[in-house]
């Protein structure tokens, strides 16, 4: 019989008894379970949560030129997909056009190129956006990539007020954690506040940001670091929306949170409660949120991709079983599951179709969905919910103690207590007090391969080409003349979105603006922390 480990915890430092006792627990949760739909939304953000609609079921997906990412989306949308979650490769995320020198080897290795309205036509060829909704992970660019987005809706004569989607626009988590940052925090700051008033404007529907817990989890935090860091960041930015004159309920029922799915189930399931319930606390008693919506923590889970091994890769369908399970036993309103060889490459067809049965076999077959919060009660998820939120409190009153999260940050303080979480699980998988299987422990001789996506060298080639192209064949003085006013504008207090809208309608490239922006603040450079 295998041997056991003595001692028994969590990511977070949580130990686990043999089994839980109310009697000797601290904490008195059976007072204030509540009901889902009602504050403080522990067990959910709507009173039927699932039996009245299942959570939205997209595949993250992006790769080569926009003209295959194009024919993958629809493949998706036609095989049950019910949202679309576009990747994009690195140059466009942090700013650079295909045919700049910095971008060679990159284009379209990570996600879809898109450098002008063009590809953003081609990207969305043939999807209605007033019938499908669209995630976005982008970050230092989204306030472009958004603009690109509106204006294909406008050519396909669909109201802004009709679009729905999310993007990411979370740039405090690219200084803690994942690094495609370009600009120094203040003016960051400013193009995601800037982006709050448009579209409480402009674009009632869309989530202005997705608040990301995913990438600190991914850089090695334990459960309850993700959330505490994610909501700290979050309150960082209700702090900068306010501080230029946004009040509280216009803009906060529209922000968003992505959280990671990891493989203790228990936890997580736990995590997203103690999340949900926390920020409603938040939101009303630091501040003075009236509106329900304001107080909701509705979230975006994808599975953890960092668990995911190269070693047996069959094996990650059951990984990603599990951490789905986690999240709609936990709650989401949104989830991506990630393909069994997304450690060896993008994801194939079949790879990616497999993911999306998953939540589908979860959804229609599992029954965990007919009932809302179905784990609730339970001595173990009440007991580590509330311990997580204690946790995670703790946390967020150091951040305060520092002065906020963009302090901390500048301190190093979160970077210093991922690290030091990696470290730690590093050393249990080394010592095989922390077993993977296939990797350290269960290891067979690898005879075979499965087949992986592999993106063609030509198409950087092409891509650079048709960038080359959409520059040619543009009004010139038209799109300098945009440019200039962005430029103008970045140097006063005036509103981005409408000048990036008509640089983009003009197609400026996303380059081009990123590099009239990096004009007049600067680019950022990361403090090194020890």
């Not at 030129?65 to 194009?70: G, K």
């Not at 700049?100 to 990207?123: F, H, N, P, Q, Y």
């Not at 990539?145 to 729905?164: E, G, I, M």
């Not at 982006?195 to 817990?213: D, K, L, M, Q």
Request: proline share 3%; glycine share 6%.
């Amino acid at each position: 019989m295998a041997e056991r480990r003595d001692k028994f915890e969590t990511s977070s430092g949580i130990e686990l008894p043999n089994d839980f006792n109310p009697e000797n627990s601290h904490f008195d949760y059976q007072t204030d379970l509540g009901k889902a739909g009602e504050f403080p939304y522990t067990r959910g953000v709507r009173r039927n949560m699932y039996r009245g609609r299942f959570w939205t079921m997209r595949q993250y997906a992006g790769f080569a030129t926009a003209e295959e990412s194009n024919a993958r989306y629809k493949y998706l949308l036609g095989q049950g997909t019910t949202g679309l979650s576009v990747a994009f490769d690195l140059p466009t995320q942090i700013g650079l056009d295909s045919d700049d020198e910095l971008a060679a080897g990159e284009v379209g290795k990570v996600g879809v190129a898109i450098d002008s309205l063009d590809d953003m036509l081609t990207l969305l060829d043939g999807i209605p956006l007033d019938t499908v909704s669209t995630s976005m992970t982008i970050n230092a660019t989204a306030s472009t990539l958004l603009c690109l987005y509106l204006a294909v809706a406008r050519k396909q004569s669909v109201a802004f007020d009709k679009v729905s989607g999310t993007i990411q626009n979370d740039i405090l988590k690219e200084y803690i954690a994942r690094g495609t940052y370009i600009y120094p925090p203040k003016p960051s700051l400013r193009l995601i506040t800037d982006t709050f008033a448009f579209c409480a404007a402009e674009v009632p529907a869309w989530n202005t940001i997705s608040i990301s817990g995913y990438h600190i989890r991914e850089a090695g935090s334990t459960a309850a670091q993700e959330i505490a860091f994610t909501l700290a960041d979050g309150i960082a930015y209700v702090e900068a929306a306010l501080s230029v004159g946004l009040k509280i309920d216009d803009f906060a029922p529209r922000l968003s949170f992505f959280f990671n799915s990891h493989l203790n189930l228990l936890e997580e399931v736990a995590k997203f409660r103690a999340a949900r319930r926390l920020w409603a606390k938040i939101m009303r008693d630091r501040f003075g949120a009236l509106n329900p919506k304001s107080l909701m923590l509705r979230f975006h889970t994808q599975t953890a991709g960092s668990t995911l091994t190269a070693q047996q890769p069959e094996v990650n369908i059951v990984r990603t079983t599990i951490q789905a399970l986690a999240a709609v036993l936990g709650g989401t309103q949104s989830l991506h599951t990630n393909g069994m060889d997304e450690a060896l490459s993008l994801p194939t067809e079949t790879a990616a179709r497999i993911a999306l049965r998953t939540q589908q076999v979860i959804a229609h077959e599992s029954g965990v969905a007919d009932i809302v919060d179905a784990l609730a009660g339970s001595y173990a998820i009440e007991e580590l919910t509330n311990e997580l939120e204690a946790k995670a409190v703790e946390y967020i009153t150091k951040i305060d103690a520092l002065g906020g999260m963009l302090k901390a940050i500048e301190t190093g303080f979160p970077q210093r207590e991922i690290q030091e979480a990696a470290y730690d699980y590093q050393r249990a998988v080394e010592k095989q007090t922390a077993i993977v299987v296939g990797v350290n422990k269960f290891r067979i001789e690898e005879d075979a391969s499965i087949p992986i996506l592999k993106v063609d060298p030509k198409i950087e080639r092409e891509q650079v080409e048709r960038t080359r192209a959409v520059r040619e064949k543009r009004d010139a003085s038209k799109a300098e003349n945009a440019l200039a006013k962005l430029e103008e504008a970045a140097r006063g207090t005036e509103n981005l979105l409408p000048r990036i809208l008509d640089c983009v309608e003009n197609y400026v490239t996303v380059g081009e603006i990123s590099h009239r922006l990096r004009k007049v603040w600067g680019e950022y450079r990361e403090a090194v922390t020890v």
